[in-house]
T-cell receptor, first 112, second 116 residues
Framework: NAGVTQTPKFRILKIGQSMTLQCTQDMNHNYMYWYRQDPGMGLKLIYY???????DKGEVPNGYNVSRSTTEDFPLRLELAAPSQTSVYFC???????????FGPGTRLTVT | AQKITQTQPGMFVQEKEAVTLDCTYDTSDPSYGLFWYKQPSSGEMIFLIY??????QNATEGRYSLNFQKARKSANLVISASQLGDSAMYFCAMRGYNTNAGKSTFGDGTTLTVKP
């Protein structure tokens, strides 16, 4: 199993540009999550999904969109990038019977 | 709503001593799970320990134990016999199983430094 994979690992965006962060898991997990982590801070939940076709907002959803058309994939879309979106983005997944969340390696995004 | 509070931004401990990292939580969910994760300077998230809200006994995993006091809404992590490799950021987290099914919340973390 590859676990949770995220692409890209690094990205620099100009203000106003858009991009999609990809997240894929091969563990057949129901739950998937997107977090952002600013330097020295904790993880803030952006969006989460409890299954294909179902998504819900977390603490900091503004400026982001998600979709969950398959169990495996949970892409995060940034529209009109702003410097405040400079952060490390983590995708995670977990199964109904699992305890831990399995995290991807993260995407380091800089908006200038 | 869910909230996790970690009141210790930084902690120091001498190698081989025990240390307690504090975590308090709030939730409207009658059933939930509590978690601790370690994030070393390399950035990956490492799962340490889990406690279910209906578990009668405190969870233990090797040198890690979770001091769960449901009435006080606290879930402190105890690391025994600290090692230099324990230096990292530690996050307390929770996940709801009913009203907030699937929703996950993390605290702001505690940076632990183990001194030789």
């Amino acid at each position: 199993n590859a676990g949770v994979t995220q692409t890209p690992k690094f990205r620099i965006l100009k203000i106003g540009q858009s991009m999609t962060l990809q997240c894929t898991q091969d563990m057949n997990h129901n739950y998937m999550y997107w977090y952002r982590q600013d330097p020295g801070m904790g993880l803030k939940l952006i969006y989460y999904s409890v299954g294909a076709g179902i998504t819900d907002k977390g603490e900091v959803p503004n400026g982001y969109n998600v979709s969950r058309s398959t169990t495996e994939d949970f892409p995060l879309r940034l529209e009109l990038a702003a410097p405040s979106q400079t952060s490390v983005y983590f995708c995670a997944s977990t199964g109904t019977q699992d305890y831990e969340q399995y995290f991807g390696p993260g995407t380091r995004l800089t908006v200038t | 709503a869910q909230k996790i509070t970690q009141t210790q931004p930084g902690m120091f401990v001498q190698e081989k001593e025990a240390v307690t990292l504090d975590c308090t939580y709030d939730t409207s969910d009658p059933s939930y799970g509590l978690f601790w994760y370690k994030q070393p300077s390399s950035g990956e998230m490492i799962f340490l320990i889990y406690q279910g809200s209906y578990d009668q006994q405190n969870a233990t995993e090797g040198r890690y134990s979770l001091n769960f006091q449901k009435a006080r809404k606290s879930a402190n992590l105890v690391i025994s016999a600290s090692q230099l490799g324990d230096s990292a950021m530690y996050f307390c987290a929770m996940r709801g199983y009913n009203t907030n099914a699937g929703k996950s919340t993390f605290g702001d973390g505690t940076t632990l430094t183990v001194k030789p």
